[in-house]
């Protein structure tokens, strides 16, 4: 392993970085290793760490942790790679390669939910950047979150493409049997050509479905958020299907549909993707999308129709009410305030 400090050290670095970050403390840190390679961490000591969502009453939740920035997971169609450009870093390459990381979030959250301000809501988890991201074998802040959550009973969810996940499986477990958690893991399409090109950080989509499995079968019941459906690339009625089998022969507890929405941000990198990789669609997408960032209603009602009738035949139910609620989508976009952690109000 190599610590590189990227800045030269100077006060004028220091300030200009703190700035940035809206902290008082940056460490610039990369690592030589395989899975780090060309990848830059911005080590911060955030100021406050729980997050109330900007239009919560959309949203399953108000309350959100997020103990980094950026994504390895590196998903062309990715929501939050706009959150980057909050921090004057690039929304496409640096949004992968680029990671701030909040190494002191889980005792910072311990803090705030001993709080008498903080009345013990449900605090939703990787629905802004995923949390179990390969930065997480290194920095290892989860175990830390999860435990002070279950020290204070106050329930919680996690959504994830990770399979690291399963590296706190014992500490989900002990979670779950003192408050109200929820687990949904994100598989849009089981195609491996689509995924070695549109998630080419994520582990695999079978690998994924063996979280579920295995969560489940250690009693941590597991929906799959099926995001995002891929127009013309993984809509076809056979991929839903097969998707679907595959969800529901890993004893996911729901499947939740979710069309991909190209917000501005992503909307610029997912089409220079497509461009490259499928030009002869391009024309489609701006058809599409014409609206903005969401495909028109009645493209999203046929993808969720067929989804549940597959969902019927696999013997696999939607959402209901009560596991929707502990289903965490993608939340929407803050708007810029300051930094990273002045978006928070605790
Ligand atoms: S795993 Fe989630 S947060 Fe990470 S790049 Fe993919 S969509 Fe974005």
Aim: one cysteine or more; a positive charge.
């Amino acid at each position: 392993m190599r610590w590189e400090n990227l800045t030269d050290g100077s006060a004028g670095d220091q300030a200009r970085d703190a700035a940035l970050f809206g902290t008082d403390v940056v460490t610039t840190r990369t690592f030589d290793t395989p899975e780090f390679r060309g990848i830059t961490f911005h080590e911060i000591r955030a100021r406050s760490i729980i997050n109330r969502v900007p239009g919560a009453s959309r949203m399953p939740f108000e309350w959100t942790v997020n103990p980094y920035r950026g994504c390895t997971h590196a998903c062309v169609y990715c929501f939050a790679r706009k959150t980057h450009s909050y921090l004057d870093l690039d929304t496409g390459i640096g949004f992968d390669t680029q990671i701030v990381v909040k190494v002191n979030a889980p005792e910072l959250l311990r803090r705030q939910l001993a709080s008498r301000r903080w009345h013990g809501d449900h605090i939703a988890m990787g629905t802004n950047v995923d949390c179990y991201q390969r930065a997480e074998g290194r920095y290892r802040l989860m175990p830390g979150i999860i435990s002070a959550l279950t020290d204070h009973a106050n329930p919680f969810s996690i959504l994830t493409k990770g399979t690291l996940i399963l590296r706190d499986l014992d500490l989900l477990c002990r979670a779950a049997a003192v408050t109200d958690i929820g687990v949904s893991v994100s598989v849009g399409f089981t195609d491996h050509e689509l995924w070695r090109t549109v998630e080419p950080g994520t582990p695999a989509p079978e690998r994924r479905l063996d979280v579920v499995r295995t969560l489940s079968e250690h009693g941590i019941g597991c929906g799959v958020l099926m995001a995002p459906v891929i127009p013309f690339l993984g809509d076809h009625p056979d991929q839903l299907r097969a998707t679907v089998r595959a969800i529901a022969a890993s004893g996911a507890t729901s499947v939740t549909p979710l069309v991909l929405h190209l917000r501005p941000g992503a909307r610029e990198w997912f089409m220079a993707w497509l461009g490259q990789h499928h030009p002869h669609l391009v024309p489609r997408y701006g058809r599409l999308y014409a609206e903005g960032a969401y495909a028109p209603k009645w493209y999203q009602r046929r993808i969720t129709r067929q989804v549940h009738e597959f969902a019927e035949e696999f013997g696999i139910g939607p959402s209901r009410a009560r596991a929707a609620r502990r289903i965490p989508v993608p939340e929407p976009v803050p708007e810029p305030v300051a930094g990273p952690t002045q978006l928070t109000l605790l």
